[in-house]
């Protein structure tokens, strides 16, 4: 039967290849039709993966260095703000800066129908870190929960839709493995210093957390604090590990949700 998979495999790759030449993908950002210009591909073709074009996957992508422990901008040498070692969390990543097209992406793939926006985003976030997730030898990926009445308004969960495909790019389980407790005010309303505050006890683990290494998920990050409070939640719950991954991180003096 080896044979007959084989061949069912390759007669659904010439039927894509078909239908890309009779309907080109377009760009799920731009609505461009996504073909290189050297290979005639889209730049991120897949089972299930929007295509994003060369030139949205570019300026998606394009961010200052950052710290791999704690996500802060890294100009060189020592990191001044965490000394390599991460504060909140085992190690976060970043896609890029909370401004420009990024916020638009973002603000997009917040909304209901924004789900392929959160693919694409998802997918070039895995693609630009792939190496470091590879090290940090994660087990499950899950999202930071949004409470439901607030889910229910707005009719989806941008962290959900990203932590899906951050686990389908790395081939990993998906998992809620949080709950909110209660409703809060929305971090982007508050100063700084009340962010922690805001979120303190706002999780309990929900999933089999213990002896796991996890990746939680989030749209953007300021602060930290949610994705903080999170770790905090999974480690009470016996994690072995708690990395932190975001789209954007709205570095201090620009707003964000979290």
Not at 78 to 96: K, Q
Not at 111 to 139: C, M, N, Q, S, Y
Not at 179 to 191: D, F, I, V
Not at 209 to 218: E, N, P
Request: charged letters at 25%.
């Amino acid at each position: 039967m080896a044979w007959f998979n084989l061949l069912g495999r390759e007669a659904c790759r010439w039927t894509g290849l078909g239908l890309d030449l009779l309907c080109p993908p377009h760009c799920v950002f731009c609505g461009s039709e996504a073909v290189d210009q050297e290979t005639g591909d889209g730049v991120l073709p897949g089972p299930g993966t929007p295509v994003v074009c060369a030139t949205c996957a570019a300026a998606l992508s394009h961010d200052v260095p950052r710290c791999p422990a704690c996500g802060e901008p890294d100009m060189g040498g020592a990191c001044r703000h965490c000394p390599g070692e991460a504060r909140d969390w085992d190690g976060m990543l970043v896609l890029a800066s909370y401004a420009d097209e990024v916020r638009d992406a973002v603000i997009l793939a917040k909304r209901p129908g924004g789900e392929a926006r959160a693919a694409g985003l998802a997918a070039l976030l895995v693609r630009k870190h792939a190496a470091t997730f590879a090290e940090w030898r994660i087990d499950v990926v899950s999202p930071v929960p949004m409470h439901w009445m607030r889910r229910a308004a707005r009719g989806t969960s941008a962290a959900d839709e990203l932590a899906r495909g951050v686990a389908a790019g790395l081939r990993l389980p998906y998992r809620r493995l949080l709950r909110r407790r209660r409703a809060t005010p929305m971090q982007n309303e508050l100063p700084f210093a009340a962010r922690r505050g805001n979120v303190r006890d706002a999780f309990r683990a929900a999933g089999r957390a213990a002896g796991r290494r996890v990746l939680i998920v989030d749209d953007v990050t300021t602060t930290g604090a949610t994705l903080a409070e999170c770790r905090r939640a999974l480690v009470a719950a016996g994690a072995a590990a708690v990395f932190a991954a975001a789209v954007a991180r709205a570095d201090r003096g620009a707003g964000s949700p979290s």
